[in-house]
């Protein structure tokens, strides 16, 4: 089983219409990330969590929210999807207890399509 | 601000031949440096990093990473590509002057090795 588990794979919504990408992970890391892949411009963070009671603004937030249910699961919701929202979206992970030198653990990504 | 650039959008090399893909980096402290390759329809993988020491890196798959600080640079290169590392590739880099909490991914190059 994956550690990091991204769910659903691939959505494809309607313009308007809130959705909700979950993400969930074993490897008892603290620290967790959502970013988005668009073509040529690399990944951008959304927004990231360094424990339950603890949310940050990344650098792409607007028209997105995250809810850190428990340490081990971080969701990201679109309020009212729209279509520059088509994107490739990315769960991580990493653990603040091995310092800043910790590298990030990723999940296998949700393909979002929204028309 | 940090960033990181990836000035290649593609590099193609023949298989046996040596490989490079580029990096530069801006920071205001000391870098973090991480390299992360991506298969398709998969997520990121760690392939090595640079927090300290010896400016030669290894890392996964054969992979290694000159760290270059005068000219702000962490390149990855192998001896002898593979037509398997067909990938596309992501460098990052995490500043450790501010807290070293965020970081920031370049573009990606897409790697061709051509059998």
């Known amino acids: 089983d994956a550690d990091v588990t991204q769910t659903p794979r691939n959505r494809i919504t309607k313009t308007g219409k809130r959705i909700m990408l979950e993400c969930s992970q074993t490897k008892g890391h603290d620290r967790m990330y959502w970013y988005r892949q668009d073509p040529g411009l690399g990944l951008r963070l959304i927004y990231y969590s360094f424990d339950v009671k603890d949310i940050n603004k990344g650098e792409i937030s607007d028209g997105y929210s995250v809810s850190r249910q428990a340490q081990a699961k971080f969701s990201l919701s679109l309020e009212s999807a729209i279509p520059n929202q088509t994107a490739l979206y990315f769960c991580?992970?990493?653990?603040?207890?091995?310092?800043?030198?910790?590298?990030?653990?990723f999940g296998q990504g949700t393909r979002l399509t929204v028309v | 601000a940090q960033s990181v650039a990836q000035p290649e959008d593609q590099v193609n090399v023949a298989e046996g031949n040596p490989l490079t893909v580029k990096c530069t980096y801006s920071?205001?402290?000391?870098?973090?440096l991480f390299w992360y390759v991506q298969y398709p329809n998969r997520g990121l993988q760690f392939l090595l990093k640079?927090?300290?020491?010896?400016?030669l890196v290894k890392g996964s798959y054969g992979f290694e990473a000159e760290f270059n600080k005068s000219q702000t640079s962490f390149h990855l290169k192998k001896p002898s590509a593979l037509v398997s590392d067909s990938a596309l590739y992501f460098c990052a880099v995490r500043d450790g002057g501010t807290g070293g909490f965020k970081t920031i991914f370049g573009a990606g190059t897409r790697l061709f090795v051509k059998a």
């Open positions: 640079y927090i300290t020491g010896d400016n």
């Open positions: 920071v205001s402290g000391n870098p973090y």
């Open positions: 991580a992970t990493s653990d603040s207890q091995t310092g800043m030198n910790t590298e990030a653990f």
